[in-house]
């Protein structure tokens, strides 16, 4: 069984946003993992790691509603939920941010707002958000820019701030840094914390050892189909 419960500094345990019992994934006979049971508390940050192979970034997608699995229960801040369909009341909590973001060939502001636009935000409203996901970033001298004359490092920040503009509950992050080196990593890097300083939660599948080390920050490990906590 597996908890991911986080404990305040104060003692204070923090409830749970999402939990699932009984996930499996297959594909055709193999059976990729069996998790007995994953619970994810609001407001905490938890890395994913695991061997190349091992299943990492398809359980984000699947947590994600992009992919599906055999599940046995699902709760949702605390009401139980059928993950398919997947709910819209976490479509909207939960945004998945692949490790090769995927941009429309428009300015990176809209981008960011893209999402904003597509839940029918009024204008100034969703402007006012996307100046500051793209303040947040450090991308704002980039608002008219082409997307596809980004770094790597500054696709990246870009496809945070489209995320967070969201007010995502839960942020999944697939190898946010694994392509990225200097001072473009540890930009990224500097960002997962204020995630969870905004009263978000974010779970990063990754092998960096400088995310796995962030102060706070819980360890799950994907190993022969199980899920443990390290």
């Known amino acids: 069984m597996v908890r991911g419960t986080a404990v305040r500094s104060g003692g204070e345990r ?7 019992k009984g996930l499996r994934k297959r594909y ?100 006012a958000r996307v100046e500051e996901a793209m303040a947040w970033a450090g991308v704002a001298h980039l608002r008219d820019a082409d997307p596809a004359r980004l770094s790597g490092g500054e696709r990246q920040r870009v496809a945070l701030a489209r995320a967070r503009v969201l007010s995502p509950k839960l942020l999944l992050l697939d190898e946010p840094t694994a392509n990225l080196d200097g001072q473009a990593r540890e930009q990224v890097i500097e960002l997962i914390p204020t995630v969870v300083e905004a009263g978000g939660s974010v779970i990063i599948a990754c092998h960096d050892r400088d995310l796995i080390g962030l102060p706070g920050v819980h360890r799950l490990k994907l190993r022969d189909g199980k899920l443990e906590v390290r």
Do not use: W
Request: proline fraction near 5%; charge should be neutral.
């Open 14 to 20: 923090r409830r749970a946003l999402l939990g699932v």
């Open 28 to 127: 055709g006979e193999r059976l990729l993992y069996d998790i007995g049971c994953m619970e994810v508390a609001t407001h905490s940050a938890y890395v994913l790691t695991g061997i190349n192979g091992a299943g990492k970034s398809t359980l984000l997608r699947v947590l994600g509603g992009l992919e599906r699995a055999e599940v046995d229960s699902m709760r949702f801040e605390g009401q139980e939920v059928n993950p398919h369909p997947y709910p819209k009341a976490m479509r909207e909590a939960i945004v998945y941010v692949h490790q090769h973001p995927v941009m429309f060939s428009t300015s990176v502001a809209h981008n960011i707002g893209y999402g904003l636009d597509v839940r029918g935000l009024p204008k100034a409203q969703a402007a």
